[in-house]
């Protein structure tokens, strides 16, 4: 049908120029907060591109389903105020009649978000966590960067540092101030190697001093030595529980807990909330042709933002044992879907809300 072509092509352009505006923003807000944990040590700073383009990843189903929201707000907000939708209705056909050109052209969409939350959202946050992890778990002579002031793992010590090897395993100038049990310790030497003792390092110091002083109580003790060595970490660190937002969909039903099940009421609560959003866009887009339709979208971002504050709001609730998995789906999802069909029914068949008062006869 003609008409269909046509809304559909309006459809995917605004659905294209919308997306092509949240993507940068979220790219745009995304490397900030990259950068900002680069500069505190949490990410590598040669890994910042893959960090944020993994976290756009997982940003990507809100953002289409508040792409294509908005795309069919916007376009039949517009058919209304340029009388098209006087035409379709002349011709016979009601606001439901809508739903099947509009699903046609979101059916792919919806399918992608579900995908995207299901199986791409676990494994970008389970990749992300493993470039942490693998960044956190170097060792401390690792860490240092010539001619920088770098913390170690632990937070006790302050490494120095003024020229490194190629292999990383040996320096020059090397500073050290370690602050443990009381005692704070400021070690310098010319010349330093690291050695691997069982599952720990040493730094093997060469020619350097040693300073070392109490917190509580008076005085300094002054060495030197040819050789010292200094523990700066151990190989392996123990492993840590894998969270829930980086488990597989399948492993989170496997290991139904409350906080796996609240993850999983997250992940099918995006894929459901597509699907009600193209119900409620159908349902809201009917506007007075000479008002404007800014009120339109105004009332879309704020029901978008309502209906996801509602769903981090179940995951709390549902992890914390509050409210079970099935009773919220329910509640939240079929409640939203039953609204907007009622609301839908509403603008179809000119419902009034409005209670008449019978006229009284005089007797």
Not at 213 to 231: C, D, H, T, W, Y
């Amino acid at each position: 049908m003609l008409f269909h072509s046509s809304i559909r092509k309006e459809l995917a352009r605004s659905f294209g120029a919308t997306l092509v505006v949240l993507v940068t923003i979220v790219m745009t807000m995304t490397l900030i907060r990259t950068l900002s944990q680069a500069n505190r040590g949490s990410v590598n700073p040669q890994e910042v591109l893959m960090v944020m383009g993994y976290s756009v990843l997982g940003y990507l189903p809100p953002i289409l389903t508040l792409c294509l929201f908005i795309a069919i707000v916007g376009t039949l907000s517009r058919m209304y105020r340029d009388s098209e939708m006087v035409i379709w209705f002349a011709s016979g056909r009601g606001l439901s009649s809508l739903l099947s050109p509009l699903f046609r052209f979101a059916w792919p969409i919806l399918l992608v978000v579900t995908l995207l939350a299901l199986v791409i959202w676990p494994w970008a946050n389970q990749q992300t966590q493993d470039m942490k992890e693998r960044y956190g778990k170097r060792g401390d002579l690792e860490r240092v960067a010539p001619g920088q002031f770098q913390e170690s793992a632990n937070g006790t010590r302050v490494f120095f540092l003024d020229k490194d090897t190629p292999d990383n395993k040996s320096g020059k100038n090397i500073f050290i101030s370690t602050l443990e049990r009381g005692k704070e310790t400021v070690t310098s030497a010319r010349t330093g190697r690291v050695i691997a003792m069982g599952d720990d390092q040493f730094l093997l110091l060469s020619n350097g001093q040693r300073l070392e002083s109490s917190v509580n109580a008076p005085g300094l003790k002054i060495s030197e030595f040819e050789e010292f060595g200094n523990r700066v970490g151990s190989r392996e660190l123990g492993s840590q529980d894998t969270p829930a937002k980086a488990r597989s969909t399948l492993a989170l039903m496997v290991d139904p807990t409350r906080p796996n099940l609240g993850e999983l009421a997250w992940r099918l609560g995006l894929a459901l909330a597509a699907l009600n959003f193209v119900v409620i866009a159908v349902a809201v887009s009917s506007v007075n042709p000479r008002a404007g339709r800014s009120g339109n979208l105004v009332f879309a971002l704020f029901a978008f933002v309502v209906y996801y504050n509602l769903l981090n709001l179940g995951q709390n609730w549902i992890g914390s044992g509050q409210v079970a998995l099935g009773r919220f789906m329910l509640g939240l999802h079929g409640g939203v879907l039953l609204l907007g069909i009622l609301w839908l029914a509403k603008q179809h068949n000119n419902w009034s809300l409005r209670w008449r008062r019978k006229a009284q006869v005089p007797a």
